[in-house]
């Protein structure tokens, strides 16, 4: 008896629809595992070796039992992570915060992708990947990649764009991470501030984590409760830009708009009040997180397995100049800000 009776098997029971997501669940998941090994023992990015490992097994998605799994990896699994990041986010995040602080955010967030689109058309290119590319740069990276792309009318670049605006600014973050703790000493600024300046400019979660309280416990602090007020707009950009695009045209065949408020945005919004209002427990609260960061990472494995890399090298050199320019955009507009506010000398 082979493996695969064996466990076919012994699921047998299962009905048969589940059973086909089955073989590109597991293969997904095998994956995950893989780039998580590899961010724990060697110090990469998660999301970045889930994205390469994806990548490398883009046979899977083209033909056989694995296809049906990963596309429900790349789409509901991934959109289950974004919706259970809501569970880290609460009002007391805001209030601690101090409203300049979060002023400064929004117009650093409403900014910088309004420079996105201005950019994006002196480069040629189109808006679906100024805001995707300028809405992962001022939110959350990776996730606000997911998520806008989620509710962007698709076209047959849209998988192109959303696996290079991905590791555009994964690079971007683990590249921040190690070159904005000497900017930030270089500029004199205080722990406060320089918390301020990372969690409001670098991409990834945990590259600011790793930036932050590379300097010192309170510039940690500091930097991912301003990041996690990045995540919170999340949201909010999400539907604006779906309200933005629904009547906008699609490639024949895709013609289908997408919903005025996606189900998985409801859901985030819903999870933060309930945080907010302490209908969360913690272990509850601790669960979530977990689950979202692995539905995320299985989330861009499924949409690495999906993407040729030949398509994604065919994006342009101003592709790349366009999230570059987006992220200094971003990181001047925070230091100008904190320099304006007093927080920077």
């Known amino acids: 008896m082979t493996i695969t ?12 629809t589940l059973w086909s997501f089955w073989p590109g669940v597991a293969v997904t998941g095998a994956i995950a595992l893989a780039a998580q090994f590899l961010s724990d023992h060697y110090g990469a990015p998660a999301m970045l070796m889930a994205l390469l490992l994806g990548i490398a097994f883009h046979f899977l998605s083209e033909d056989g039992r694995c296809v049906r799994g990963i596309d429900l990896c790349a789409r509901t699994v991934l959109r289950l992570g974004v919706a259970l990041l809501g569970m880290r986010i609460s009002v007391d995040l805001l209030l601690g915060l101090g409203a300049s602080t979060i002023l400064l955010l929004v117009l650093a967030i409403a900014a910088t992708v309004g ?30 990649a997911m998520a806008i792309a989620a509710v962007l009318p698709k076209n047959e670049f849209s998988e192109r764009n959303l696996i290079f605006t991905v590791l555009s600014v994964t690079v971007l973050s683990t ?5 904005y703790p000497i900017l930030a000493d270089a500029l ?3 722990a406060r501030a320089t918390g301020i300046f990372f969690g409001g400019t670098i991409h990834d979660v945990a590259q ?5 309280f590379s300097v010192s416990p309170e510039a940690g602090e500091t930097a991912t409760l301003v990041k996690l007020i990045r995540v919170t707009m999340l949201a909010p950009v999400v539907i604006v830009f779906s309200l933005a695009t629904r009547n906008l045209g699609q490639d024949a065949g895709t013609a289908r ?4 408020l996606p189900g998985f ?38 949409v690495g397995i999906k993407t040729s890399l030949r398509r994604v090298l065919d994006v ?13 955009f971003i990181g001047l507009f925070i230091l100008a800000g904190l320099y304006y506010l007093g927080y920077a000398r």
């Not at 420079?115 to 809405?135: M, N």
């Not at 708009?257 to 005025?260: D, H, V």
Request: charged fraction near 15%.
């Open 188 to 190: 004199g600024l205080d």
């Open 316 to 328: 342009g050199g101003d592709a790349v100049a366009l999230v570059v320019a987006e992220t200094v």
């Open 265 to 302: 945005v409801l859901a985030f919004l819903a999870l933060a009040a309930l945080n907010s209002f302490g209908l969360i427990p913690e272990t509850v609260a601790e669960l979530g997180g977990a689950t979202s960061r692995w539905a995320l990472l299985a989330g861009i494995v499924a």
């Open 5 to 16: 009776t064996g466990t076919r098997r012994r699921f047998r029971n299962l009905p048969s």
């Open 115 to 144: 420079f996105g689109l201005v950019a994006a058309r002196l480069l040629g290119r189109g808006w679906r990947l100024a805001l995707l590319s300028s809405g992962a740069v001022a939110i959350c990276g990776a996730s606000a």
């Open 175 to 179: 590249l921040a991470m190690i070159g």
């Open 257 to 260: 708009r997408p919903p005025l």
């Open 208 to 212: 600011v984590v790793g930036a932050g």
